[in-house]
């Protein structure tokens, strides 16, 4: 028993806009399940496949009263080509900013709606992740996030020390999942969550129960009566788990 991560979801005041932001950026396409939700993922995939981690973007009445602490930082494959990146971004309505990082060698950006992300210099081991890089959250204990986190899905954890860890798909494909030793975790928060999806025939029910035995704890979002259930990570941060389809 495992869940599978396969989406970051962003709260926004305009889902259709922000999604079409996301997909310009990224080379993907967008599709939607209702009103008021955009869902941005890679040309001609069938959704859920390790090879991505999708972007669900879902309208919120007031998007400014959510703070999550995951971003996304983007790949890039050449000097070059992450200066050209960079410019595509601005001009798509992307803005530089400044949160005190000084002289680095990423980028940092905002989104139309204010959401953080970076847009890496070349790396290495990012080479085959596709456009976005890693997911990341901030937190205050990388190694108990590593072994929650690696517990209640099936990633394997790939690098894990007092500042950082890494995991990625038990598949090795896709982006990585990392969680960032942050002074306060809290200083940057975003409108970016995680959600989690069971297998085929495995039980939501019981995987949220087991996920409690791992120290989740359950979470009101002001969700109301959804097929999927929110709870919270033992650092508290929030994310749902998803109905099978």
């Given at each position: 028993m495992a869940l599978r991560l396969v989406?970051?979801?962003?709260?926004?005041?305009?889902?259709?806009?922000?999604g079409r932001f996301w997909a310009d950026a990224l080379g993907w396409g967008v599709s939607s399940e209702g009103p008021g939700v955009t869902n941005v993922e890679p040309p001609d995939f069938t959704w859920p496949d390790p090879v991505a981690v999708c972007i669900?973007?879902?309208?919120?009445?007031?998007?400014?009263?959510v703070t999550y602490?995951?971003?996304?930082?983007?790949?890039?494959?050449?000097?070059?080509?992450?200066v050209e990146l960079v410019e595509?971004?601005?001009?798509?309505?992307?803005?530089?900013?400044?949160?005190?990082?000084?002289?680095?060698?990423?980028?940092?950006l905002a989104d139309p709606e204010g959401n953080l992300f970076c847009v890496l210099?070349?790396?290495?081991?990012?080479?085959?992740?596709g456009p976005i890089a890693?997911?990341?959250?901030?937190?205050?204990?990388?190694?108990?996030?590593?072994?929650?986190?690696?517990?209640?899905?099936?990633?394997?954890?790939?690098?894990?020390?007092?500042n950082h860890a890494r995991l990625r798909s038990a598949a090795g494909v896709g982006p990585y999942l990392e969680f960032l030793r942050?002074?306060?975790?809290?200083?940057?928060?975003?409108?970016?969550?995680?959600?989690?999806?069971?297998?085929?025939?495995?039980d939501q029910a019981t995987e949220v129960d087991r996920l409690r035995t791992l120290g989740a704890a359950d979470a009101d979002v002001g969700q109301g009566d959804v097929p999927w259930v929110c709870l919270a990570d033992p650092e508290g941060n929030e994310f749902?788990?998803?109905?099978?389809?």
């Open positions: 989406q970051v979801n962003f709260k926004a005041r305009d889902d259709s806009a922000l669900d973007v879902v309208k919120v009445p007031d998007p400014e009263t602490r995951a971003h996304l930082d983007l790949a890039t494959t050449s000097a070059a080509h992450q595509r971004l601005k001009s798509l309505g992307a803005t530089p900013a400044d949160i005190g990082q000084g002289d680095v060698p990423w980028t940092v210099e070349p790396r290495e081991i990012y080479r085959d992740t890693t997911v990341v959250v901030n937190c205050a204990d990388p190694r108990a996030m590593a072994e929650f986190w690696g517990q209640a899905t099936d990633w394997i954890v790939h690098e894990v020390d007092e942050t002074e306060d975790p809290d200083s940057f928060c975003g409108r970016v969550h995680l959600d989690v999806l069971p297998y085929a025939g495995d749902c788990v998803l109905a099978p389809r």
